[in-house]
């Protein structure tokens, strides 16, 4: 059974960091791009970041360039998501979503779809 | 950034009945490969998102054939034939042609 599963999120200080992880199951990651998504409460989906598979980089959304860093590794079949400078406005539930074909993905307009997603990790920012 | 529009923001549908939902980018979609890079995903109540339609057009695997995605360039549909009852949620197209960016979202709720 192909899974990913968030963990890590938990209520953090303003300024301060805080590293979230995905855990794939039934499938092996080093094959697939695997995206981040949040939600801030109440809202909409909004996408956060990429880890492209075979060292074809990273991908990030303008509004976290320079504060969030996607890292992946492929031998502890783990994603993770380095959030430095949160603010109150990063609250939200961070989803991992995994693309649905294996290869070179959305760097190459090889993109399919994200099909399997995690039940989502919770980061709270407040003082 | 590409800005993806839906419509309508929510939409309360008889069981058995049809429901369709507008997605506009503000950018064409469609790359030179003839793909056209869009997604559907619904996020039913205390669930995470699910794929239902990519490229457009292509039903994901497990999604019943009573949903349909149309749609190039610009302008999309996505088309409920017959609505049941499990298929309340929000309803959302997201763009992949660029750094990728989701519509605001669609409710769909049971009348």
């Known amino acids: 059974q192909l899974q990913l599963m968030e963990s890590g999120g938990g209520v953090v200080q303003p300024g301060t960091s805080l590293r979230v992880s995905c855990a794939a199951s039934?499938?092996?990651?080093?094959?697939?791009?695997i995206h981040w998504v949040r939600q801030a409460p109440g809202k909409g989906l909004e996408w956060v970041a990429l880890?492209?598979?075979?060292?074809?980089?990273?991908t990030y959304a303008d509004f976290v360039k320079g504060r969030f860093t996607i890292s992946r590794d492929d031998s502890r079949s783990t994603v993770y998501l380095q959030m430095n400078s949160l603010t109150g406005e990063d609250t939200a539930v961070y989803y991992c979503?995994?693309?649905?074909?294996?290869?070179?993905?959305?760097?190459?307009?090889?993109?399919?779809?994200?099909?399997?997603w995690g039940q989502g990790t919770t980061v709270t920012v407040s003082s | 950034d590409i800005v993806m529009t839906q419509s309508p923001l929510s939409l309360a549908v008889t069981p058995g009945e049809p429901a369709s939902i507008s997605c506009r980018s503000s950018?064409?979609?469609?790359?030179?490969?003839?793909?056209?890079?869009l997604d559907w995903y619904v996020q039913k109540p205390g669930q995470a998102p699910q794929l239902l339609i990519y490229?457009?057009?292509s039903r994901a695997s497990g999604v019943p054939d009573r949903f349909s995605g149309s749609g190039s360039g610009t302008d999309f549909t996505l088309k409920i034939d017959r609505v049941e009852a499990e298929d309340v949620g929000v309803y959302y197209c997201m763009q992949a042609l660029q750094i990728p960016t989701f519509g605001g979202g669609t409710k769909v709720e049971i009348k």
């Open positions: 979503a995994k693309e649905r074909i294996m290869g070179l993905g959305w760097n190459y307009y090889n993109y399919y779809g994200m099909d399997v």
């Open positions: 950018q064409s979609l469609l790359y030179s490969n003839g793909h056209n890079y």
């Open positions: 490229l457009g057009s």
């Open positions: 039934g499938f092996s990651l080093k094959n697939f791009g």
């Open positions: 880890t492209s598979a075979f060292g074809n980089g990273e």
